[in-house]
């Protein structure tokens, strides 16, 4: 069965810094990754997919990795801004087993950026 | 374009008492899926669509929950009885096809559930 684990679960940082995000995954027969942000009381947004056969994927200040055979993906956030306060998933897209067509999430980490 | 679609936002209802929830996935997505969240955890899928077929529904609490997507479109997850458990938010999900790579999953804003 797959698990996600994602670390740390809660990171308080002053506003300015670069910070990393980590995803790590037990089972490497994936489709997909995907990172999502969701602010209080709202729905996810995705924010990159990374498919299987690739190895980083931008978007903006937003920079993701997966390291499939070690099962590892980070989300780097350059230059943070209060803005960015949310509490960002990771979810793989399981490839086989029983887990099969299943989107699996981590716990989430929760990011707190103060001026 | 519009996004996922959920309703109603908001429930509050006693125990024992029943709820629905409704879901209208992006236009042209034949994969939809229900989530369930608990305060502080990551969503936990009840139920996957194919078009009208639930093609993974192992998660989902047959005693008491119920699902349907008639015509592959929207879908309906209904709780009866509900208990204090439940309380909870129920997020729904589509994508165009579940199985491959580039299969991104759009969620909508999901709905609150409090059982008194």
């Known amino acids: 069965k797959q698990e996600v684990t994602q670390i740390p679960a809660a990171l308080s940082v002053p506003e300015g810094e670069n910070l990393v995000l980590n995803c790590s995954f037990t089972?490497?027969?994936?489709?997909?990754l995907q990172w999502f942000r969701q602010d209080p009381g709202k729905g996810l947004t995705s924010l990159l997919l990374?498919?299987?056969?690739?190895r980083e994927q931008t978007s903006g200040r937003l920079n993701a990795s997966l390291d499939k055979s070690s099962g590892r993906s980070t989300l780097y956030i350059a230059a943070s801004q209060p803005g960015d306060s949310a509490t960002y998933l990771c979810?793989?897209?399981?490839?086989?087993?029983?887990?099969?067509?299943?989107?699996?999430f981590g716990q989430g980490t929760i990011l707190t950026v103060h001026p | 374009e519009a996004g996922v679609v959920q309703s109603p936002r908001y429930k509050i209802i006693e125990k024992k008492q029943p709820v629905a929830f409704w879901c209208n996935p992006i236009?042209?997505?034949?994969?939809l899926y229900w989530y369930l969240q608990n305060l502080g955890q990551g969503p936990e899928l009840l139920i996957r669509?194919?078009?009208?077929?639930?093609?993974?529904d192992s998660q989902l609490p047959k005693d008491r929950f119920s699902a349907e997507r008639l015509k592959g479109v929207d879908s309906t997850l209904k709780i009866q009885p509900a208990e204090l458990g439940d309380s909870a938010v129920y997020l729904c999900?589509?994508?165009?096809?579940?199985?491959?790579?580039?299969?991104?999953?759009?969620f909508g804003e999901g709905s609150r559930l409090t059982v008194l």
């Open positions: 999900a589509s994508s165009l096809t579940a199985v491959r790579g580039d299969g991104e999953l759009f």
């Open positions: 089972d490497s027969a994936i489709y997909n």
């Open positions: 990374i498919q299987s056969s690739q």
């Open positions: 979810a793989v897209l399981n490839a086989g087993g029983t887990s099969y067509g299943k989107l699996t």
């Open positions: 236009s042209g997505h034949n994969t």
């Open positions: 669509y194919e078009n009208e077929e639930a093609v993974d």
